[in-house]
Protein backbone atom coordinates (compact mmCIF):
# COMPACT_ATOMS: atom_id res chain seq x y z
CA UNK A 1 0.00 0.00 0.00
CA UNK A 2 1.35 3.06 -1.45
CA UNK A 3 1.13 6.37 -2.88
CA UNK A 4 3.87 7.35 -5.28
CA UNK A 5 4.93 11.10 -5.36
CA UNK A 6 6.24 12.29 -9.30
CA UNK A 7 6.62 14.76 -11.90
CA UNK A 8 8.84 16.96 -9.21
CA UNK A 9 11.89 19.06 -10.88
CA UNK A 10 13.36 22.57 -12.05
CA UNK A 11 11.00 25.02 -13.25
CA UNK A 12 12.18 28.62 -14.37
CA UNK A 13 9.72 31.48 -12.43
CA UNK A 14 6.44 31.63 -14.71
CA UNK A 15 7.08 28.34 -15.73
CA UNK A 16 4.85 25.25 -15.00
CA UNK A 17 5.23 21.66 -13.11
CA UNK A 18 2.33 19.15 -13.44
CA UNK A 19 3.03 16.22 -10.57
CA UNK A 20 1.33 12.99 -9.87
CA UNK A 21 0.34 10.62 -7.10
CA UNK A 22 -0.14 7.40 -7.82
CA UNK A 23 -2.31 4.88 -5.63
CA UNK A 24 -1.05 1.35 -5.10
CA UNK A 25 -2.46 -1.00 -3.37
CA UNK A 26 -5.65 1.29 -2.15
CA UNK A 27 -8.61 2.77 -3.73
CA UNK A 28 -7.91 6.77 -4.21
CA UNK A 29 -11.43 7.04 -5.15
CA UNK A 30 -12.40 6.28 -1.40
CA UNK A 31 -10.54 8.86 -0.08
CA UNK A 32 -10.46 12.83 0.20
CA UNK A 33 -6.80 13.69 -1.22
CA UNK A 34 -4.59 16.51 -0.59
CA UNK A 35 -1.56 18.15 -1.92
CA UNK A 36 1.23 19.11 1.24
CA UNK A 37 4.79 21.17 0.75
CA UNK A 38 7.31 22.01 2.89
CA UNK A 39 9.89 24.17 1.72
CA UNK A 40 13.27 24.91 3.15
CA UNK A 41 13.13 25.80 6.76
CA UNK A 42 9.81 25.55 6.94
CA UNK A 43 7.00 23.35 8.33
CA UNK A 44 4.54 21.31 6.30
CA UNK A 45 1.79 23.13 4.94
CA UNK A 46 -1.44 22.01 3.31
CA UNK A 47 -1.73 23.84 0.43
CA UNK A 48 -5.04 22.25 -1.41
CA UNK A 49 -7.10 18.84 -1.68
CA UNK A 50 -9.67 17.45 -3.50
CA UNK A 51 -12.81 15.64 -1.86
CA UNK A 52 -14.34 12.46 -3.17
CA UNK A 53 -16.62 14.84 -4.57
CA UNK A 54 -14.78 16.50 -6.66
CA UNK A 55 -15.22 19.69 -4.23
CA UNK A 56 -11.65 21.57 -4.16
CA UNK A 57 -10.01 24.05 -1.21
CA UNK A 58 -6.76 25.92 -1.92
CA UNK A 59 -5.09 28.00 0.50
CA UNK A 60 -4.48 31.74 -0.90
CA UNK A 61 -1.25 31.88 -2.26
CA UNK A 62 -1.66 29.11 -4.90
CA UNK A 63 -5.31 30.36 -5.90
CA UNK A 64 -5.52 30.38 -9.22
CA UNK A 65 -2.10 28.99 -10.21
CA UNK A 66 -2.66 25.63 -9.01
CA UNK A 67 -5.11 23.16 -9.88
CA UNK A 68 -5.45 19.95 -8.01
CA UNK A 69 -7.52 17.09 -10.07
CA UNK A 70 -8.07 13.28 -9.85
CA UNK A 71 -8.59 10.78 -12.14
CA UNK A 72 -10.00 7.77 -9.98
CA UNK A 73 -10.31 4.96 -13.18
CA UNK A 74 -6.24 5.67 -12.89
CA UNK A 75 -5.72 6.06 -8.75
CA UNK A 76 -4.25 8.98 -9.37
CA UNK A 77 -4.21 12.45 -8.56
CA UNK A 78 -2.85 15.48 -10.29
CA UNK A 79 -1.22 18.79 -9.18
CA UNK A 80 -1.34 21.44 -12.20
CA UNK A 81 1.09 24.10 -11.12
CA UNK A 82 1.25 27.27 -13.47
CA UNK A 83 2.90 30.59 -12.99
CA UNK A 84 5.61 29.00 -10.75
CA UNK A 85 7.28 31.41 -8.14
CA UNK A 86 10.64 30.64 -6.23
CA UNK A 87 8.72 30.85 -3.19
CA UNK A 88 7.16 27.70 -4.50
CA UNK A 89 10.30 25.90 -4.25
CA UNK A 90 9.45 22.86 -1.86
CA UNK A 91 9.20 19.16 -1.89
CA UNK A 92 5.78 17.87 -2.34
CA UNK A 93 3.91 15.67 -0.79
CA UNK A 94 0.42 14.10 -1.57
CA UNK A 95 -1.23 11.99 0.94
CA UNK A 96 -5.12 10.56 1.64
CA UNK A 97 -7.35 11.40 4.03
CA UNK A 98 -10.99 10.97 5.69
CA UNK A 99 -13.71 13.84 6.57
CA UNK A 100 -14.34 16.33 5.53
CA UNK A 101 -11.80 18.35 6.31
CA UNK A 102 -8.16 18.12 6.10
CA UNK A 103 -6.79 16.36 9.63
CA UNK A 104 -4.40 18.79 11.82
CA UNK A 105 -2.02 16.61 11.97
CA UNK A 106 0.46 14.44 10.06
CA UNK A 107 -0.57 11.08 11.72
CA UNK A 108 -4.33 11.42 11.32
CA UNK A 109 -3.52 10.54 7.31
CA UNK A 110 -4.37 7.42 5.82
CA UNK A 111 -1.38 7.47 3.88
CA UNK A 112 1.78 9.55 2.73
CA UNK A 113 3.34 9.90 -0.70
CA UNK A 114 7.42 10.33 -0.41
CA UNK A 115 7.53 13.58 -1.48
CA UNK A 116 9.35 15.22 -4.27
CA UNK A 117 11.33 18.48 -5.15
CA UNK A 118 9.98 21.24 -6.79
CA UNK A 119 12.72 24.18 -7.48
CA UNK A 120 12.02 27.23 -8.58
CA UNK A 121 14.70 29.05 -10.23
CA UNK A 122 16.54 31.71 -13.27
Known amino acids: VQLQASGGGLAQPGGSLRLSCSAS????????MAWFRQGPGNKREGILCILRNGETHYIEAVKGRFTISRDNAGNTVYLQMNNLKPEDTAVYYCAAFTGSLMPEYVSDYAYWGQGTQVTVSS
Open 25 to 32: GFTLGAYN
